[in-house]
């Protein structure tokens, strides 16, 4: 028997301030919500106090944001997920963003570490007028402790219904997607980061966002493996392979702070826990 956790994050717009509500089951809870920036932008922090996902285990997460709230979730350290004996163990999110809402999905990291078997759902649903800035970075293994991901499975699924779609299989034995240069090239680390929106972006806006991404992209020292695409009229996706976690969040954190001042005129405000 795993752990079973279920978190619900609801926010709702009162005035001029995102009021959070949240209810969990079993380990899964909110450590804060803070308001480091302004009433209207709730930040709040997620914990898994286990430290960890193990075969059997299942977390759900479910949030939903009524229209005109504005939440920026995140995590105070990496998603882990670990050896399992032989049941697999899965983690689950499905969110819906509300007409005018804005959500920011910003986890740190997923490990998987050697003879895991996981897998990750993401399902965001968006209204017309909702929009969202989301990431996630799939970590395999533990290269500064020399451990391989050479065994084991991770399933990884993002989906914005209707529109995209992304459904990834990975075998720790598999040389062919992860060393060939048409897959991950001997790399362990894949970033994707997001700008979401519930109907089609003006030309002009998701040009603005293309262009911001490219730019400090181009100009990283990860540019060789990064690139940018618009894959539906209503959403701008930056992909990254990297060796390591730590150059690839600092380009997703850099590609964040302009697209949020890009589509929301509003400045970058890192969640403190980011720096700890």
Do not use: K
Not at 177 to 197: E, M, N, Q
Not at 209 to 214: E, G, V
Request: hydrophobic share 45%; with cysteine.
């Amino acid at each position: 028997m795993g752990w079973h956790g279920h978190l619900h994050l609801h926010y709702r717009r009162d005035e001029a301030r995102t009021v959070a509500r949240h209810r969990h089951d079993g380990p899964l809870r909110v450590l804060a919500s803070l308001y480091p920036e302004a009433p209207e932008v709730c930040h709040q922090v997620l914990v898994h106090p286990p430290g960890g996902i193990v075969g059997g285990d299942r977390l759900d997460i479910d949030v939903a944001l009524d229209a005109g709230s504005h939440a920026l979730v995140t995590t105070p350290g990496a998603t882990r997920f670990y050896r399992s004996a032989g049941s697999d163990a899965l983690q689950q999110l499905a969110a819906r963003v509300g007409d005018g809402a804005r959500l920011e999905w910003l986890p740190l990291e997923n490990i998987v570490y050697r003879g895991a078997q996981a897998e990750n759902r993401m399902r965001f649903e968006l209204a017309p007028g909702g929009e969202m800035i989301g990431w996630d970075v799939l970590a395999l293994g533990l290269p500064a402790s020399g451990e391989a991901f050479d065994r084991g499975r991770f399933v990884q699924q993002l989906e914005i219904p209707g529109r995209w779609l992304e459904r990834g299989v990975i075998d720790g034995a598999d040389g062919a997607l992860l060393d060939s240069p048409l897959g991950w090239a001997g790399h362990r680390v894949l970033a994707t980061l997001w700008f979401a929106a519930g109907g089609p972006l003006a030309r002009e806006r998701r040009d603005a966002l293309l262009d911001t991404a490219r730019e400090l992209a181009q100009a990283h020292p990860l540019a060789a493996t990064a690139g940018v695409t618009a894959p539906h009229d209503g959403i701008v996706v930056l992909r990254a392979l990297a060796p390591r976690v730590e150059p690839v969040m600092e380009l997703l954190t850099q590609v964040w702070a302009r697209w949020r001042e890009t589509a929301w005129q509003l400045p970058a405000c890192a969640p403190r826990v980011w720096r700890t």
